[in-house]
Structure formats: structure tokens, C-alpha cells
């Protein structure tokens, strides 16, 4: 089966990868990889923290133009606020929810909905497609039937009709 092409030419995960961030793609890009040609809005992301990660994550959430959204309205536009990424932002949280202009950008430190799994086993079983690493299709499955979701059983229904065996 031929994957379909994600290539390093996306300009979030061309920054990401420049300045030297180690990210795993999840959820609807890499069920995309794993060749179920579906939409998806935004980019899922898992990245391994450490202080070095986190000064290249900084540099690269400021080049993408990253803001996450507060919950205070601005009176004057009805419009909630947005906020740039900070190195404090950076170390406090673990599930960042971010917009960029090339779309919404949500970057995990851990699993999602298995938190306590190793996240250094994620990276170590990933897939290189196109110069990018994305969830084995094994770990995909298992974080899209740990969320439980209507629309990530169908995602894991597909993926077994296109990766049989």
C-alpha cells in the first residue's frame, strides 16, 4: 500500500523539525499515514520534554506565530483574547492548545488518554514517513480506542480494512 505523502514541506512541521523539536504526529494525520484518507482540522502532536526541547519548542511556536486562547473576552471585539506562547506557558503546561495561521496545533508531553504510558516508547516504535515521525499504527489504535470516541472507532474500523493482519 502506498502511504500518502506528508511531507516536511507543511509549514508546521517544517519549523518544528528546523529548530530541532522531537515530535511524534498522532491522531488525524497519522491515521492519514497509515492510509485512511480522512479530514482533519488540526495537527496532534506528542512532544519529549526536556529543557533543550522546550528552548526549541519556544523558537519554533514563535516563528509559527502561535497563540493560545484565554478565557477573558475582549469587550471591544466579543472576541476571547489570545496570548503568545512564553517559556513559562511552555513549562506549566502539558496539553498546549494552540492556533497558528496554518492551523490549530494541539502538542501533548504525554499519550493522550493513556497518560501513564512511557512517552519514549511512542517515539522509539514510531514510523519515519517523508522525514517525519508518526505513530505506529499499533499505538495509534491503542490511543484512538482508549479515547473511545465515535469517530476514533470508525478511524481504527477503517485502518484494520486498509492494514489487514
Given at each position: 500500500m502506498n502511504a500518502p505523502n506528508i511531507s516536511d514541506d507543511d509549514p508546521i512541521f517544517s519549523v518544528l523539525r528546523r529548530n530541532g523539536v522531537p515530535f511524534v504526529v498522532i491522531d488525524g494525520h497519522a491515521v492519514y499515514r497509515h492510509g485512511y484518507l480522512r479530514t482533519t482540522e488540526d495537527y496532534d502532536l506528542v512532544w519529549l520534554r526536556s529543557p533543550q526541547s522546550a528552548a526549541s519548542l519556544l523558537d519554533a511556536l514563535t516563528e509559527l506565530q502561535a497563540v493560545w486562547i484565554g478565557k477573558e473576552v475582549d469587550p471591544s471585539t466579543g472576541i476571547e483574547r489570545t496570548y503568545?506562547?512564553?517559556?513559562a506557558f511552555i513549562h506549566a503546561e502539558h496539553l498546549m492548545m494552540l492556533w497558528t495561521p496554518h492551523g490549530p496545533l494541539d502538542l501533548f508531553d504525554y499519550?493522550?488518554?493513556?497518560?501513564?504510558?512511557?512517552?519514549?516508547?511512542?517515539?522509539?516504535?514510531?514510523?519515519?514517513?517523508?522525514?517525519?515521525?508518526f505513530s505506529s499504527l499499533a499505538w495509534l489504535k491503542r490511543m484512538k480506542l482508549a479515547a473511545g470516541r465515535t469517530k476514533d472507532l470508525a478511524d481504527i474500523e477503517e485502518l484494520d480494512k486498509r492494514n489487514p493482519g
Open positions: 503568545p506562547v512564553t517559556a499519550i493522550p488518554d493513556i497518560p501513564n504510558e512511557d512517552v519514549q516508547e511512542l517515539f522509539e516504535t514510531a514510523v519515519i514517513g517523508d522525514g517525519i515521525r
